[in-house]
């Protein structure tokens, strides 16, 4: 979408607080122990408690009201029986709506003990999204998100998961601009129009550039393991720097 009012900003503002405070509980909640199940009904609860409704379970019939994914999964991880172990790396994504209006956001962290390596992987790919929105505003090019996530995924020596994309937002969980390539398109000529609102989600991996779908129909893994991490901001790009809704 692209915003036409005030009323527009506080409505994408207020549903992002909302998303972004359920992340951060989920998050703070989360106990080696649990199960995902157990750890997506909170999450559920505090949507619910904030009158806004979980977005994949509306439009999609999502088993669950977030993502989780844990270790080798890259998204789309279903909520159930799996007990989250000491050092798992975890990703929680988000994405509900409210009053008509939609917010999409995701972090990944890891379960303590923590590995240094996971846990410079993690850092790494959150680096790589704030850079990736600072970089943006009216008339950069849309190509210009997957050059900078593929540059910073190389200088961290990670991979990109290329089948996993950015995507524009607002007034449903996914609308244009679709497809929003994690990497350089040279052929790619769209450019980005103060008012848009977008997500920016990198995902990086330690091995496999793109993520398989399991036989559930939802669950993307890496083949042959590894480990992904993603992070997840919705913005409205502006004249200037991006406004992150996303934010608790």
């Known amino acids: 979408m692209t915003v036409g009012s005030e009323n527009d900003i506080q409505s994408l503002k207020k549903i992002g607080k909302i998303v972004a405070m359920t992340i951060n509980e989920m998050k703070r909640q989360t106990r080696a122990g649990m199960t995902t199940q157990e750890l997506d009904e909170i ?130 969980l996914h609308e244009a601009p679709s497809e929003i390539l994690p990497f350089y398109n040279k052929h790619d000529k769209r450019t980005l129009k103060a008012g848009q609102v977008i997500t920016i989600e990198p995902f990086l991996s330690t091995g496999a550039d793109y993520a398989a779908q399991q036989p559930d129909g939802w669950t993307l893994c890496l083949p042959g393991g590894g480990f992904a991490a993603q992070y997840e901001h919705t913005i409205i790009i502006t004249n200037d720097r991006p406004i992150i809704l996303t934010l608790a």
Do not use: W
């Open 43 to 172: 999450g559920g609860r505090l949507l619910t408690r904030h009158g806004a409704v979980s977005a994949p379970k509306a439009v999609y019939n999502f088993p669950g009201s977030t993502c989780i994914s844990v270790n080798h999964e890259a998204a789309h991880g279903i909520p159930g029986d799996r007990i989250l172990q000491p050092g798992d790396l975890i990703n929680i994504d988000v994405s509900a709506e409210l009053e008509g209006y939609y917010a999409d956001a995701g972090h990944s962290f890891l379960i303590p003990p923590y590995h240094p390596a996971l846990l410079r992987l993690c850092e790494h790919t959150h680096q790589t999204m704030m850079k990736v929105i600072s970089s943006l505003k009216h008339g950069v090019k849309l190509n210009e998100i997957g050059r900078i996530i593929e540059s910073e995924a190389a200088k961290g020596g990670y991979s990109v998961i290329k089948n996993l994309c950015s995507h524009g937002i607002g007034k449903s």
